[in-house]
């Protein structure tokens, strides 16, 4: 099975607009919202509107947006775009202070505290440009979804990875699939690589489902696009599944 999902629900209203009509439309499976967002009450608004009718999860950030929580923004190389914070935990191979873990799970916890009280059916979990690759934020989005009842977590990407970083994905991704944690059982965030295609054209696929990564907008002219990915091939490869 091929799940789409759409990233970044709440960004503005333009990229609201394009996924609620997909998601209305049956074109994608679900979307992820980010809180702290321009158009984040928008994309909760619209949510109620068609509250049982949609699939939509929680896109948590520590990379871009605005901050809830006062201990976050203490911390320089959080909200300060990605590069600052992948930077970071590169070099520190990963680790976390103490206090930057307790900010960090403070943050995200008030993140989808938000969305809950706003009356959002969180569907799934992941996060805004995939961080919870660190195992400090996988700790806090597998915590944070048995609190708040969410068991279903973006497994990590292995399109490009070699090496440790592939040993390291892939175990981190079974201990996902093996206590039911995982949203799909493989994570694409390349439509259009060739490792997607053939998920479309055979039975490579190694397990049972595979969510694939949008970034839908709207154009100047009303169309919907993909931020990331050529229209037109893009849609070539919707025409496989729809």
């Known amino acids: 099975m091929i799940l789409f999902n759409a990233d970044d629900f709440g960004a503005n209203q333009s ?17 992820s919202m980010m809180m702290g967002m321009p158009g984040t009450d928008d994309a909760i608004q619209r949510c109620l509107e ?15 947006g605005v901050p809830i929580t006062a201990e976050v923004a203490k911390i320089g190389y959080m909200f300060s775009g990605s590069h600052v914070f992948r930077n ?7 680790l976390v202070t103490p206090f930057a873990y307790q900010a960090m799970y403070h943050e995200l916890e008030a993140q989808l505290a938000k969305a ?3 009356g959002i059916l969180v569907h799934h979990l992941n996060t805004h440009h995939n961080i919870h690759e660190f195992l400090p ?3 806090i989005l597998c915590k944070l979804g048995s609190k708040f009842g969410v068991e279903k977590l973006r497994v990590l990407s292995t399109q490009r ?7 390291y994905r892939d175990a981190v991704n079974g201990v996902l699939r093996m206590y039911g944690l995982a949203y799909s059982n493989v994570y694409i965030d390349d439509a259009l690589d060739v490792t997607c295609c ?3 054209d055979s039975c490579e696929l190694e397990y049972n489902s595979a969510e694939v990564l ?23 490869v919707l025409q496989q599944v729809y």
Request: no cysteine.
């Open 15 to 31: 990229i609201n607009e394009a996924i609620l009509s997909l998601l209305l439309n049956q074109k994608i499976h679900s979307a």
């Open 50 to 64: 068609h509250k049982g009718k949609i699939q939509v999860g929680v896109h948590l950030s520590l990379t871009e």
């Open 88 to 94: 970071h935990m590169v070099r520190n191979l990963g």
């Open 116 to 118: 809950k009280s706003a």
């Open 137 to 139: 934020i996988m700790i």
């Open 161 to 167: 990875s070699k090496g440790f970083k592939r040993l």
């Open 198 to 200: 053939k998920v479309f």
């Open 214 to 236: 949008l970034h839908p907008d709207i154009d100047l002219d009303g169309r919907i696009y993909d931020r990331f990915y050529d229209s037109d091939k893009l849609r070539a």
